[in-house]
T-cell receptor, first 112, second 115 residues
Framework: GESVGLHLPTLSVQEGDNSIINCAYS??????FIWYKQESGKGPQFIID?????DKRQGQRVTVLLNKTVKHLSLQIAATQPGDSAVYFC???????????FGGGTRVLVKP | GAVVSQHPSRVICKSGTSVKIECRSL??????MFWYRQFPKQSLMLMAT?????????EQGVEKDKFLINHASLTLSTLTVTSAHPEDSSFYIC???????????FGPGTRLTVL
């Protein structure tokens, strides 16, 4: 379901280190998961996606891991850069192309 | 490819007026468009799903007579906030997708401020 909060959890990471952002989902029927990055005042930007028949998918500097047993999704960013500073949202849907349910979001702050 | 635009990017209006926000898919045909609202430091909340040529499906708690959605073509959907009040001030974001395809592409958002 929808996730609403008064503040966003924040992950502070040193430039060059790896970042791990976690997301728990509740709908066991969800079949497709996406990570989005949102910079201040902008719309969400697609980062990487994964289907429920996979448990890992890699992109450029990013890896998504899916654990369906515990309904957990994570995003790993390798060698975090200042440009990675943003809010990251996970989203889930029961079928590709259908409406998305967004997680609460995590703010990533990259320290130089 | 897969670019979605919104217009205007920012609008300030007086209480009681109506505001129209446009969402366009620039380089693909969007069979489905979604409208979200986002309050500061919060996640995106889906307002409605709009399929081309048919009536929008609104989420629970969203007033369909207040938030009018039109999806008259495969590249354009509009959201009209009628009789806007200060509590309607928010960041409105649209996304567009194609039937059978995986990813939704998001617009840059519209900041609405109602005085």
């Amino acid at each position: 379901g929808e996730s609403v909060g008064l503040h966003l959890p924040t992950l502070s990471v040193q430039e060059g280190d790896n970042s791990i952002i976690n997301c728990a989902y509740s709908n066991s029927a969800s079949d497709y998961f996406i990570w989005y990055k949102q910079e201040s005042g902008k719309g969400p930007q697609f980062i990487i996606d994964i289907r429920s028949n996979m448990d890992k998918r890699q992109g450029q500097r990013v890896t998504v891991l899916l654990n369906k047993t515990v309904k957990h999704l994570s995003l790993q960013i390798a060698a975090t850069q200042p440009g990675d500073s943003a809010v990251y949202f996970c989203a889930e849907t029961e079928a590709a192309g259908n409406k998305l349910t967004f997680g609460g979001g995590t703010r990533v702050l990259v320290k130089p | 490819g897969a670019v979605v635009s919104q217009h205007p990017s920012r609008v300030i209006c007086k209480s009681g007026t109506s505001v129209k926000i446009e969402c366009r898919s620039l380089d693909f045909q969007a069979t489905t468009m979604f409208w979200y609202r986002q309050f500061p430091k919060q996640s995106l909340m889906l307002m409605a799903t709009s399929n081309e040529g048919s009536k929008a499906t609104y989420e629970q708690g969203v007033e369909k007579d207040k938030f009018l959605i039109n999806h008259a073509s495969l590249t354009l959907s509009t959201l009209t906030v009628t009789s806007a009040h200060p509590e309607d001030s928010s960041f409105y974001i649209c996304s567009a997708g194609t039937s059978g395809k995986d990813t939704q592409y998001f617009g840059p958002g519209t900041r609405l401020t109602v005085l």
